[in-house]
């Protein structure tokens, strides 16, 4: 007789909160604060200058589980306000 145990991984799961189409990026200088971004931000030229000034700063390790980006928040959220227009 087996006994079934639910799954539970998904509950736990760092990327089981991040939308389908969507990617995690941590943004400021002291406290980072967490950004869903939508993947299509990834063809945009400024978004692509910021992915490289992040790869400069911080190589390919991204403790957090996210990419971070090396800016302040206000600049982030502007940058991201255009992008979606």
Do not use: N, W
Not at 9 to 14: A, N, V, Y
Not at 16 to 40: A, N, T, W
Not at 75 to 83: A, I
């Amino acid at each position: 007789m087996a006994i079934r145990m639910p799954r539970i991984i998904k509950k736990f799961s760092t990327a089981g909160d991040v939308p389908k189409g969507h990617f995690v990026v941590y943004v400021g200088e002291k406290q980072k604060k967490r950004f869903l971004i939508p993947i299509s931000f990834l063809s945009q030229p400024l978004f692509q200058d910021l992915l490289s000034r992040a790869e400069e700063e911080f190589g390919f390790d991204h403790p957090m589980g996210g990419v971070t980006i090396p800016c302040s928040e206000d600049f982030f959220v502007d940058l991201t306000s255009c992008l979606r227009k």
